[in-house]
């Protein structure tokens, strides 16, 4: 009894590994998280084409976007009931995470909730390319060198707590929701990035829709909403003068 959890990588099929193809296509039950019932979901977008068994059962999981922490953690458990029943039923199940599982991925309320209460299922864990890696490599750019610090903030929404990750570093990477980077590109100067920092903005990395733009923060601060789509991600080096 195995329940195997597949990391998807940033949007690229190609990008995902050999073993991660190799469960995905020796499965018997795929489960995929979703924010809203009816909605796609992004993972099994992903890997749909590795999907050659037309007996696969393909089930979409509901992880509401809501900071409720009660009617998260209700859905969390039926969620890991609904997978730990069909690994029960003998069943050889794959759980879909975009980029990797252990980088704030859905599998991480579902690998808790296994362990505390399934005891018997062995798991494991594949790991995927996490969105900031492809990122860099599409931009031909290092996130950090030799003893530079990396920070890595995974929303916009506290200016207050985002300075103290952002004054310490010399690269930090904004994770998710570019509709508040406006206000992350007036703090970055606040925290010591001057005008010619690097700063590079991209939407949907890895995918068919993705754009990427690079730029020098002073030249930012005079545009407003570089990034209106939540999907976005930001690095902003501190000392990058090339």
Known sequence: MKLTCVGCGPGDPDL??????????DADA????TSKLGKPSIALSI??????????????????????????????????DNIA???????????????DPSLYSTWIYIHREIIENYK????????GIPSMVA????????????????????????????KRTAGSCDTVIFLKDGR?????????????????????????????GEIMKTGRLGD????????????SLMVAKRDDKA
Request: hydrophobic share 40%; glycine share 4%.
């Open 47 to 80: 890997v749909r084409k590795y999907i050659i068994e037309e007996s696969t059962l393909v089930v979409n999981l509901l992880f509401p976007m809501t900071k409720d922490k009660e009617t998260l953690k209700l859905q969390w458990k039926s969620n890991a």
């Open 135 to 162: 990122f860099a490599a599409t931009a031909k750019m290092s996130l950090a060198e030799g003893d530079q610090t990396l920070g890595i903030v995974p929303a916009c929404y506290d200016i207050e707590r985002i």
């Open 85 to 99: 029943r069909a690994v029960l039923e003998g069943k050889r199940v794959v759980y879909l995470t975009v980029g």
């Open 16 to 25: 995902l590994t050999l073993k991660a193809v190799e469960r995905i296509k």
């Open 180 to 208: 508040y980077f406006d206000g992350v590109i007036e703090m970055l100067s606040e925290v010591g990035f001057d005008d010619y920092s690097k700063i590079t903005i991209a939407q949907d990395v890895s995918s068919e």
């Open 30 to 33: 795929i489960f995929a998280p």
């Open 120 to 127: 018997e299922i062995e798991v494991e864990i594949i790991p």
């Open 220 to 231: 930012l601060k005079k545009h407003k909403n570089p990034s209106g789509k939540y999907f």
